[in-house]
């Protein structure tokens, strides 16, 4: 028996026992880890479309530069049922045989979940001048009345939850093979981009 001024030692927890606790700290950490994930991420990529697209005031400087503007008529699908979309900002590029030919920069909007919304965009020509070999071929396109121009659109954007929003995405979206006739008037193919979040 114990005297009055003694204390009783409680039994030292085992390595075994610390380990296990420690272990199943790390599964409840991973789980909550793993369903946040799996809610929070977008389920669905965006679906992002060029309806449209036109270059009115066509022509080449007399230094070998582009002249006019490309018209581009864009369509953004969230196709996510719970999440809204938080566009930062959207770049736009206008390509041609490997060559920068027009670029914009469009405002930052939101669009809600299921939403389809058009972006009309207003790129500008490039003022340096091109490589001669793509002025060539540009003239020869012009002349056969279609250009096929490539259209990539760079956003950064946050998804939102609620009043929950996600990190920063960036959204890149390759459209290849836009092809910008010049008969009036002038018909078109919607084009469907490649989506990379």
Not at 94 to 119: K, S, T
Request: charged share 20%; glycine share 6%; with cysteine.
């Amino acid at each position: 028996m114990a005297g009055p001024g003694s204390t009783t030692r409680r039994p030292r927890p085992t390595t075994t026992k610390c380990i296990a606790a420690a272990l199943l700290a790390m599964v409840v950490v991973v789980a909550i880890i793993v369903i946040l994930w799996l809610t929070v991420r977008p389920s669905k990529p965006l679906r992002i479309s060029v309806d449209h697209a036109a270059v009115p005031g066509f022509n080449f400087t007399s230094g070998g530069a582009l002249n006019g503007t490309f018209d581009i008529t864009l369509r953004a699908y969230n196709r996510n049922k719970r999440a809204a979309v938080s566009y930062q900002s959207l770049e736009v590029g206008v390509w041609y045989d490997g060559a920068y030919l027009a670029g914009a920069v469009v405002p930052g909007f939101d669009q809600p979940p299921r939403n389809e919304m058009r972006i009309d965009v207003a790129a500008p020509a490039a003022k340096a001048a091109l490589p001669r070999g793509v002025e060539a071929t540009m003239k020869k396109d012009r002349w056969d009345g279609n250009l096929p121009v490539e259209v990539h659109v760079r956003a950064k954007v946050r998804f939102r939850y609620g009043m929950v929003k996600t990190r920063k995405y960036t959204v890149r979206a390759s459209c290849p093979s836009v092809v910008v006739v010049f008969a009036s008037p002038s018909s078109f193919d919607r084009v469907y981009c490649h989506v990379h979040i």
